[in-house]
């Protein structure tokens, strides 16, 4: 990733990454935040070197869209809670699909 990319994706100016590199600006704890949630790094990592460097990208995801989601109006929070409803129920009968088909050909191997 370039450093115009990474400035990008945190919000940063060039400018501002270019004092952090010659350490005539200080990296802040807002900086490290933004660092860490933007490209799912374990913050303890990145503050001491400690763990592992990458955080699971789940639950960053799940952050992330919880963030998202407080940021909606009641009537958008309601259409996507009915949204996931509907992709939960296709979900669950794409999995009874797949079961019954996987039953009926051990099934009829057996005969």
Known sequence: MTQ??????IAL???????????KRKVNNRLIKLICSSFS???Q?????EGTMFTDDSDQQ?????????????RYKEYLFKEIDLLLKIQSDERMLLQASSFEVKRGSLA
């Open 41 to 43: 790094v374990n913050e």
């Open 62 to 74: 799940l952050i992330k869209l919880a963030g998202m989601f407080k940021e909606l109006e009641p």
């Open 13 to 23: 100016s060039s400018g501002y990454l270019a004092g952090i590199e010659t350490e």
């Open 4 to 9: 115009v990319k990474f400035s990008q994706v």
């Open 45 to 49: 990592w990145l503050r001491s070197g």
